[in-house]
């Protein structure tokens, strides 16, 4: 099945990351206009369709401004993906209130600014669609990624308001919580304080972390974009107000005792 968002109109934050850029894509050749917008350039070429715009998820004017020049640039807008995060690898004792902040800054205070500066465009839309993005790290805690976690659970939350209170304007709102999906945040996590790799190797960690899933695997940033494009798409009409987890089974199963 092919042009499943054809001519609707796409905003995504973090648009350039591992994840964004691959529904920056998906979007494009599902015949979407798609504005990707990230603080950093995507590595790769914008195919057609997809325009990288300089965005500051954190900053209030730059969502103003941003989604008024959008309004006069489109008669609405019908797909928010707020796919912007950061992952700061400390417990909270380790974490400085700086830290703390920052971390709440990116992956909440920016889902809030797109969305409350988007809403007007968003229902001119015939049916909108928020995708706002959570994690298993919402529901259950990796060790040492104790603010992620945090803000991942303000996240769930937000879209379980934002749900009910927009459902009646036409406004669907999910949250995609993945597992662990290969991108720059994963390579961080493998080589950073959190992962507890006890000086493992990266191929050793990795292989770890396949082992661990039901799986046998993790996810690529196509395995999300595949549920984002349907939660995009008028398939999910009935589909608001939920926490979409894709992990490859790994919150299903309890932890294995190694006896
Ligand atoms: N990769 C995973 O395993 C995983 C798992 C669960 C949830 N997630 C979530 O998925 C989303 C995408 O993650 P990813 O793995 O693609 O990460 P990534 O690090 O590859 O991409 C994140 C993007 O956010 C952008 N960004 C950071 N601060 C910003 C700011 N202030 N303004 C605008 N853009 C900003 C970065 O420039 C980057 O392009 C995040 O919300 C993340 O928490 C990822």
């Known amino acids: 099945m092919t042009n499943r968002i054809e001519g609707k109109t796409a905003f995504v934050t973090g648009g350039a990351g591992g994840i964004g850029w691959a529904i920056c894509k998906r ?6 206009r798609v504005i990707c917008a990230d603080i950093t350039a995507p590595g790769d070429f914008p195919p057609e369709n997809v325009e990288h715009r300089s965005y500051d998820v954190t900053d209030e004017d730059a969502a103003r401004s941003a989604f008024a020049r959008l309004g006069a640039e ?3 807008l019908d797909i928010l993906v707020n796919a912007a ?3 700061i690898e400390k417990t909270i004792e380790d974490t400085t209130l700086e830290e703390w902040r920052r971390s709440f800054a990116v992956n909440v205070d920016g889902m809030f600014l797109a969305s409350k500066y988007a809403l007007p465009l968003l ?3 015939a049916g909108a669609s928020v995708i706002n993005f959570g994690s298993y790290d919402g529901f259950i805690a990796d060790p040492g990624l104790a603010a992620y976690c945090a803000t991942k659970g303000a996240v769930h939350a937000l879209t ?3 749900a009910c209170d927009h459902g009646p ?3 669907r709102v999910n949250a995609v919580c993945p597992g662990y ?3 720059p945040m994963l390579q961080s996590f493998f080589t950073g304080e959190g992962s507890g790799g006890g000086g493992k190797s990266i191929e050793d960690l990795q292989q770890a972390v396949r082992d661990v899933h039901p799986t046998r695997t993790y996810g690529t940033p196509d395995d999300i974009a595949n549920l984002v494009l349907w939660l995009a798409s008028d398939e999910a009409r009935y589909a608001s107000g939920q926490l979409w987890v894709m992990d490859g089974g790994l919150s299903a199963q309890v932890q294995q005792m190694r006896l």
Not at 27 to 32: H, I
């Open 85 to 87: 995060g950061i992952e």
């Open 181 to 183: 999906v290969d991108t």
């Open 123 to 125: 229902r001119k839309s």
């Open 160 to 162: 379980r308001a934002m």
């Open 74 to 76: 489109w008669e609405s």
């Open 169 to 171: 304007e036409g406004i």
């Open 27 to 32: 979007f494009a050749a599902e015949g979407a």
